[in-house]
């Protein structure tokens, strides 16, 4: 299983204009097949006008579940150039739809998959995407004399540092990815001479965006 994998956060669009056709690529985070042909579907709907609303998606923590739809346009131009993208840029869990609105010059094969791909980008560039970490939470309890030691520790490491509790001892909440956590607990036993007591606490998903943690289910 994947210890830390990148996913669409929040959606977003992006439009580019070639040859005065315009590309309006807009995405959407998905959990399910369902919930993807959802939205193609209400895209389809929105831009009912246009000349083609071609997708993919891509969902699972390794790509388990990929489709992609190049709707009208020449086989292999627009909805495979699109997934290649998602998967390039390895994000999990979203849907893309981009819409194009002919401007009356035909793009070639060539034009057209750097048309999709390149709107794909764009819708990207303009949405939330975040890195997800499998981690443990850890309880660390130290009396004052080991704060200094245990703060300079997780600096060096950029541990998140959830809560810090101060009472007649310290009392630090942590969320440690799990690739990290052994050599972490080494570091805090040796720099404070066993002097503070450590508690592996629960398994959890978790992602920083602007700063902030974000807690996940899975």
Same mark, same amino acid.
């Given at each position: 299983m994947a210890d830390r994998y990148k996913i669409l956060y929040e959606g977003g669009e992006g439009e580019t204009e070639v040859k005065k056709s315009r590309f309006i690529a807009t995405t959407r985070p998905v959990k399910s097949e369902e919930e993807a042909v959802s939205? @193609?579907?209400?895209?389809?709907?929105?831009?009912?006008?246009?000349? $083609? +609303?071609?997708?993919?998606? *891509?969902?699972?923590?390794? $790509?388990?579940?990929?489709?992609?739809? #190049?709707? =009208?346009?020449?086989a292999q131009t627009a909805g495979r150039p699109m997934l290649d993208v998602l998967l390039g840029e390895d994000v999990h869990d979203l849907c893309v739809v981009v819409t194009r609105y002919f401007g009356g010059t035909l793009l070639g094969t060539g034009g057209l998959v750097r048309a999709y791909s390149g709107a794909v980008k764009e819708g990207l560039l303009n949405s939330q995407i975040v890195e997800k970490f499998r981690a443990y939470q850890m #309880?660390? /309890? *130290? !009396?004052? *004399? !080991?704060?200094?030691? &245990? %703060?300079?520790?997780?600096? %060096?490491? +950029?541990?998140?540092?959830?809560?810090? &509790?101060?009472? #007649?001892?310290?009392?630090?909440?942590?969320?440690?990815?799990?690739?990290?956590?052994?050599?972490?607990?080494?570091?805090? @036993?040796? !720099?404070? +001479? =066993? =002097?503070? /007591?450590?508690?592996?606490?629960?398994?959890?998903?978790? !992602? @920083?965006?602007?700063?902030?943690? &974000?807690?996940?289910?899975?």
């Open positions: 939205f @193609i579907a209400e895209m389809k709907k929105k831009y009912w006008d246009a000349s $083609h +609303n071609c997708s993919a998606f *891509t969902i699972g923590r390794n $790509h388990e579940l990929t489709r992609c739809s #190049d709707d =009208g346009e020449p #309880d660390v /309890r *130290t !009396g004052y *004399t !080991g704060v200094g030691k &245990i %703060q300079y520790i997780l600096a %060096q490491e +950029n541990i998140t540092v959830m809560d810090s &509790i101060y009472t #007649d001892q310290v009392e630090f909440k942590l969320l440690v990815p799990v690739e990290r956590y052994e050599a972490l607990e080494k570091q805090l @036993i040796e !720099g404070t +001479n =066993g =002097g503070a /007591r450590l508690e592996k606490g629960d398994e959890i998903w978790y !992602g @920083i965006l602007n700063k902030e943690v &974000i807690l996940f289910e899975d």
